[in-house]
């Protein structure tokens, strides 16, 4: 008899706890859709449900990362479809300006790519962003070294 209820609570109530779990894209998605894109003014509650900050440069952090949002924004409120890809389907949008992303962490790299264009690049460790920017070309080394606001 124990074991069949045993069977009943996981039949029934892990699956519905499964569906609450955000991928990495999603949480992504989420963040460009509720923040960037809804809420450039975001203060630093909202923000911290999906950045990884260090503790040490937390206010120094925040208050680049507020700075830079509202740009955006403006870069992005025109578009009315985007899609977050990982970097195995990166080929297929990038242009041959856009240069590799060299991170040395254990994160996942994904990048929002609008109207068939690269926009943005996103990193994520244990569910929270540690990473993100537009993908900038300038300088002259051969990648992208990116600003990481995590330990």
Same mark, same amino acid.
């Given at each position: ?66 700075? !830079? +949002? ?6 992005? $409120? @025109?578009?009315?479809? *985007? ?7 990166? &080929? ?15 994160? !996942? +790299? ?6 068939? $264009? @690269?926009?943005?690049? *996103? ?7 540690? &990473? ?15 600003? !990481?606001?995590?330990?």
């Amino acid at each position: 008899m124990k074991n069949v209820l045993i069977i009943f609570l996981i039949t029934f109530f892990v699956p519905g706890c499964a569906s609450d779990t955000y991928t990495d894209m999603q949480i992504v998605e989420e963040f460009v859709s509720k923040v960037i894109i809804e809420n450039p003014t975001a203060d630093v509650s909202i923000l911290e449900d999906y950045l990884s900050v260090k503790e040490a440069d937390r206010d120094q952090t925040y208050e680049y990362i507020k700075a !830079v +949002i509202p740009d955006f924004h403006n870069a992005l $409120k @025109e578009i009315s479809n *985007f899609e977050i890809i990982g970097v195995d389907e990166r &080929s297929e949008y990038a242009s041959p300006e856009h240069k590799p992303i060299e991170f040395k962490g254990d994160g !996942v +790299i994904y990048f929002l790519v609008a109207e068939g $264009k @690269e926009e943005m690049f *996103f990193i994520l460790e244990k569910g929270k962003i540690v &990473s993100f920017f537009p993908n900038v070309q300038k300088g002259s080394n051969s990648y992208i070294s990116p600003f !990481v606001f995590s330990e």
